[in-house]
């Protein structure tokens, strides 16, 4: 007897409230099913259900093993399912994560591409430069720039990017052009996440500077927005100032020190059985945000 049939079995028991009621549900007879159940407890060598001559209810064993095994069972199904289907048309929604401004210069320009590859495929996009917790909050898809590594997560690199100290001319124009990362220490820096020390390289190798200013944001449009006033001097990526770098009123500073790379990845919750919708997703982005940045 197959452990899927084991399975099948055992959960049908708890979901249906018994031996009878388990058979009648899944189309099989009584004596299958309870030999079935009673093969799973004698292969893991524990009894999984109280049984008496009215009623049947798990051990505490029993349900410790419903719990981890029912989503298996569910993810088993849905890949079955997704194989059966004709010519594997992708549907349903995948939930994508990513920052504010990097989500609306790379992620969102793909979008259309992906939705008239999949037509059925629906997607729900979350922008925020908070970082999210991808199993609580129900994030089937990060792209993020530097992610935290977490035990329950897959990170995949797909690419890199440069960062990039600037400002506006008006703002040197006023306060004077720093030479070296030194020179921070005396401007108006604006401050984003928390991000109070800038990384440089010199001679001696990478150092840091601590800097400060009369702004501070949790989202990088803010600080953006600020440097093309003229407020102060921003630390960015790269690939979040696409067309910023072309404006001819911003203007990088201290390139010589900065050889500092931030990854761009996407992550995932960590999963036995991944639906093919996000493997098509992943698999999506992956391929064109490695060609775009």
């Not at 609580?136 to 100290?165: E, F, M, Q, W």
Request: glycine share 8%; net charge neutral; with cysteine.
């Amino acid at each position: 007897m197959d452990k899927y049939q084991e399975l099948s079995a055992f959960v049908a028991v708890v979901e249906a409230g018994g031996f009878s009621a388990a058979a009648r549900r899944i189309g099989d007879s009584q004596s299958s099913v309870s030999k079935a159940v009673g093969a799973l407890e004698s292969r893991l060598g524990v009894r999984l259900f109280n049984r008496s001559t009215r009623s049947v209810s798990l051990t505490d064993h029993g349900r410790k093993y419903y719990e981890r095994t029912k989503p298996l069972l569910e993810e088993m199904d849905q890949v079955d399912g997704e194989l059966m289907n004709s010519a594997l048309e992708i549907s349903g929604l995948v939930r994508i994560a990513t920052s504010s401004t990097f989500g609306r210069l790379h992620v969102l320009p793909l979008v259309p591409d992906l939705l008239s590859r999949y037509p059925r495929l629906q997607l729900d996009l979350h922008l925020n430069d908070g970082v999210r917790d991808l199993l609580a909050d129900g994030v089937d898809l990060a792209i993020r720039i530097s992610p935290a590594r977490h035990p329950d997560a897959i990170v995949k690199r797909v690419a890199t990017t440069s960062l990039v100290c600037v400002g506006a001319r008006s703002y040197f124009e006023l306060h004077g052009i720093p030479t070296s990362p030194g020179d921070l220490v005396h401007h108006n820096c604006l401050i984003y996440n928390d991000m109070t020390e800038w990384p440089f390289t010199g001679p001696q190798g990478p150092f840091s500077v601590p800097v400060s200013g009369n702004m501070a944001s949790n989202t990088l449009e803010a600080i953006l927005s600020g440097v093309r006033s003229g407020v102060g001097i921003g630390m960015f990526n790269r690939a979040s100032l696409v067309g910023e770098l072309r404006h001819p009123d911003i203007m990088p500073i201290l390139e010589a020190f900065i050889t500092e790379a931030r990854d761009i990845s996407l992550v995932w919750p960590r999963r036995r059985f991944i639906p093919e919708r996000l493997r098509v997703v992943t698999e999506f982005f992956a391929e064109q945000l490695a060609a775009r940045i």
